[in-house]
Structures are given as structure tokens and as C-alpha cells.
């Protein structure tokens, strides 16, 4: 199994049913997704294909600077402002649920 990558707006919207019909649709949740390589060229990490299909929060992705430093490099689902499983990127240090496919 490695980190869920997501193709296509079926899959997304599969997946945020299944999130949420288990409760946990306010949640975090990473994926594969990340811009590490290149700041703004995201990629899935976990078959090192390049996005295409994209479901970003407004504004994001927006590759925010904390105080300490780090950016946002790779890519979460989360339900900001309750409009459901929306994608964001964030600092990958940030410890939270993750999704998986196999």
C-alpha cells in the first residue's frame, strides 16, 4: 500500500463520501501529493506521474512560510470552511490521518 493519488473527480468525490460516511469528514487526511521537487510542480509521489486532475481549497495552493521556516510541500485533503474534502498543501511535518491505496 502507499499514499492514495487522486486522478479524477469520481475518485475524489468516492473518497470524501467514504471519509465522511465513517465520521471523520473534518479531519486531515495526506496524500501523495507533493511539490518537493519543484516548488509549484506537484506531483504523486507514489507513481511519480505529474497532476493533471486538481481540487484545491481557494487560493491554495499557496506554499505558505511559517515563522520557523518551513513551506508547504506536499498535499492534504481537508474540509476548510465546510465545503467539503477540498486539497491543500501543507508542511509535511504536520501529523495527521493519511489515506492509502493498495
Sequence with gaps: MHLASLNSQEENDKLEKYVTDFGYGYEHFWTSGTDLAEEG??????????????????????????????EEHCLELWNRDGKGLKWNDSPCSFETYFICEA
Design 41 to 70: 510542480s506537484f506531483f504523486w509521489m507514489s507513481n511519480g506521474r505529474p497532476i493533471v486532475f486538481t481540487n484545491w481549497n481557494a487560493g491554495e495552493p499557496n506554499n505558505f512560510k511559517y515563522e520557523n521556516g518551513e
